[in-house]
């Protein structure tokens, strides 16, 4: 198995410090000049990072930041095309926010309807959106989401 790349990599390649391609990449992947980095540098570290095929470590930068930009859904059944349509317009909207969807089906089952919002709920996503079921009333109302 190949060792990921990391920022230590680039930076040794690229003769600069762990710090500055962290604001590099900082600024590069949100899209947003946050950091006054000089532009051949950062152009020489992008170079670096692409070269070496970089790709950044989303775990750890949703344990610094407490955001995984992923939104749970639960519906009654993704197959079904009322929920498929409804699925569809979500994930697209949440695209446009760089967000991201997982998806979960609850067949119409209070207690797997828990279950699979347990699962999302402990993969870290920032939000759930759940469609309920018959009988879930009290599963949802009373739950305690850890």
């Given at each position: 198995?190949?060792?990921p790349?990391t920022?230590?990599?680039?930076?040794?390649?690229a003769?600069?410090?762990t710090?500055?391609?962290?604001?590099?990449?900082?600024?590069?992947l949100?899209?947003?000049?946050?950091y006054k980095?000089?532009?051949?540098t950062?152009r020489r570290v992008l170079?670096?990072?692409?070269r070496?095929?970089?790709?950044?470590?989303?775990?750890?930068?949703?344990l610094?930041s407490?955001?995984?930009n992923?939104?749970?859904?639960?519906?009654?059944?993704?197959?079904?095309p009322?929920f498929?349509?409804?699925?569809?317009y979500l994930?697209?909207?949440?695209y446009?926010?760089?967000?991201?969807?997982?998806?979960?089906?609850?067949?119409?089952?209070?207690?797997?309807?828990?279950?699979?919002?347990?699962?999302?709920?402990d993969k870290?996503?920032?939000?759930?959106?759940?469609?309920?079921?018959?009988?879930?009333?009290?599963?949802?109302?009373?739950?305690?989401?850890?």
């Amino acid at each position: 198995m190949v060792k990921p790349v990391t920022i230590k990599d680039i930076a040794r390649e690229a003769g600069v410090s762990t710090a500055l391609v962290s604001f590099v990449m900082t600024n590069y992947l949100g899209g947003k000049m946050v950091y006054k980095v000089n532009d051949e540098t950062s152009r020489r570290v992008l170079e670096v990072a692409d070269r070496l095929n970089y790709k950044p470590n989303t775990s750890a930068r949703a344990l610094r930041s407490g955001r995984t930009n992923t939104i749970g859904v639960v519906v009654s059944d993704i197959a079904n095309p009322f929920f498929a349509e409804i699925a569809r317009y979500l994930e697209d909207q949440a695209y446009q926010y760089n967000y991201n969807v997982i998806f979960g089906s609850s067949d119409e089952n209070p207690d797997k309807l828990r279950r699979v919002a347990q699962v999302l709920l402990d993969k870290g996503v920032d939000g759930l959106i759940i469609v309920p079921c018959a009988g879930s009333e009290d599963t949802i109302c009373t739950a305690r989401w850890k």
